[in-house]
């Protein structure tokens, strides 16, 4: 219980902190979507990142499917890093191809 009420109050700093800093207002446009008008396999990369940091995970996948295989992959690569495992060319393999998978599902799916 105890954590769940600091799990809650770390959120509502990270919300205060995010307003504070305005970072809302300091993301990248996308130059294929400006200059085409198309969206990039990218796009909501930056928004879904600001939900993730927000708490608000299911948006944060709504926005881009893509982020938790990221993630996960990011994650695997900084933890080999600190320390090896015996089979981690086969994970990040894996890894690599369910990202490319949502990612490109995902920029499908927008064209549909």
């Known amino acids: ?9 770390l959120q509502m700093r990270i919300k205060a902190l995010i307003i504070f800093l305005g970072l809302e207002s300091f993301m990248l446009p996308c130059f294929t979507k400006q200059l085409l008008g198309v969206d990039c396999p990218g796009c909501g990369l930056q928004r879904s ?3 993730l ?3 608000e995970f299911i948006s944060a996948f709504l926005m881009y499917p893509a982020i938790y295989p990221m ?26 191809v ?7 599902t995902n920029y499908i799916l927008k064209f549909i």
């Open 1 to 9: 219980m105890v954590i769940f009420g600091l799990l809650i109050y």
């Open 49 to 51: 990142l600001l939900f």
């Open 53 to 55: 940091i927000k708490g």
């Open 71 to 96: 993630l996960l992959l990011f994650g695997f690569l900084g933890l080999n890093k600190l320390y090896p495992f015996k089979h981690s060319n086969a994970i990040t393999i894996t890894l690599m």
């Open 98 to 104: 369910s990202t490319v998978g949502f990612i490109l």
